[in-house]
């Protein structure tokens, strides 16, 4: 079965730091482009940045260019969302998601999910 499961979200103050990690089953992680979205309430799902499978490309959303890193490890069959210098505005649901089609920011073209991971930026 295919499964995403995403953590390391919580409560952190503003300009503090987490990491959210999501573990991929192995079909996924071994040929997939791997995303991270983020919802806030009341407002869409956004993509915040992704990695290729090789873990050597990446592409970020302009709100987390320099503050976001992701990555990824392939024998742990794992990626990671490093988010440094929080902002109460990145306050949200984060959601982990794997395709096909490298480099997409569309979630449509976004074959799997996780349940999310809550993070929450105190001013």
């Known amino acids: 079965q295919v499964q995403l499961v995403e953590s390391g979200g919580g409560l952190v103050q503003a300009g503090g730091s987490l990491r959210l990690s999501c573990a991929a089953s192995e079909r996924i992680f071994s040929s997939y482009f791997m995303g991270w979205f983020r919802q806030a309430p009341g407002k869409e799902r956004n993509f915040v940045a992704g990695?290729?499978?090789?873990?050597?490309?990446?592409n970020y959303a302009d709100s987390v260019k320099g503050r976001f890193t992701i990555s990824r490890d392939n024998a742990k069959n794992t990626v990671y969302l490093q988010m440094n210098s929080l902002k109460p505005e990145d306050t949200a649901r984060y959601y982990c998601a794997a395709t096909r089609f490298a480099y997409t920011r569309n979630q449509a073209n976004y074959d799997y999910w996780g349940q999310g991971t809550q993070v929450t930026v105190s001013s």
């Open positions: 990695v290729t499978w090789s873990g050597g490309n990446t």
